[in-house]
């Protein structure tokens, strides 16, 4: 397709779990980000790949997540011993380099933590 | 720390008026603002962005508004559709990458 792809859309696991989050990002596009959106919350920045190296990771909110994209096109968000206050919908988006104009959005991967 | 802020959760307008959503924002170094729009179950889409040395941009029927001495930006639809319905992110941009959002402004649109 021609947009972000998220997979999956939706992931209910138990508290303590460990979840992978799956973006693909437009094809071309050098710049990759991840959102978290908490209910009735804007997007937070998580964690900005400009290639294959995290820029910025100073949106991690601590050592559980971890993000790789080691290829610098498919980038996969880890978080590790989940808790219930991990519960939102993540977002990727991509962009063509830095950001210049806007970002393009994934339809993003709603994780519930029971 | 939320730097940018929506203060009207939600707005209710008629088909055909204008629709006026607000945000304001604390960080001076923020030098480009855009707006998203999202639609349930859909990711946030872009719909207009604004330079720091501008004091307006229109495309269509959108035109955001820029008062930097205020920090405060608008963004007016004139004529409101049906279609409009949706929730409006206020966003600024730091860093030449990261963007700060607001919470959002759920826009609907009464036939």
């Known amino acids: 397709g021609a947009g972000v792809s998220q997979t999956p859309s939706n992931k209910v696991t138990e508290k303590g779990k460990y979840v992978e989050l799956r973006c693909d990002p437009i094809?071309?596009?050098?710049?990759l980000y991840w959102y978290r959106q908490s209910l009735g919350q804007g997007p937070e920045f998580l964690i900005y790949?400009?290639?294959?190296?995290?820029?910025?990771d100073s949106g991690l909110p601590n050592d559980r997540f971890f993000a790789v994209r080691p290829e610098g096109s498919v980038s996969t968000l880890k978080i590790q011993r989940t808790e219930r206050g991990d519960s939102a919908v993540y977002l990727c988006?991509?962009?063509?380099?830095?950001?210049?104009?806007?970002?393009?959005f994934g339809e993003g991967s709603r994780l519930t933590v029971l | 720390d939320q730097q940018v802020k929506q203060n009207s959760p939600s707005l209710s307008v008629q088909e055909g008026r204008i629709s006026i959503l607000n945000c304001d924002y604390t960080?001076?170094?923020?030098?480009?603002f855009l707006w998203y729009k999202k639609y349930p179950a859909e990711g946030p889409t872009f719909l207009i962005s604004i330079s720091s040395i501008k004091d307006k941009n229109e495309d269509g029927r959108f035109t955001v508004f820029l008062n930097k001495s205020a920090k405060h930006l608008s963004l007016h639809i004139v004529p409101s559709q049906p279609g409009d319905s949706a929730v409006y992110f206020c966003a600024a941009k730091e860093d030449d990458y990261k963007l700060s959002f607001g919470a959002g402004t759920t826009v609907t649109v009464r036939a």
């Open positions: 960080n001076s170094m923020f030098d480009y």
């Open positions: 094809s071309g596009h050098t710049a």
């Open positions: 988006a991509s962009s063509p380099g830095g950001l210049t104009g806007e970002l393009f």
């Open positions: 790949f400009q290639g294959t190296g995290a820029a910025d």
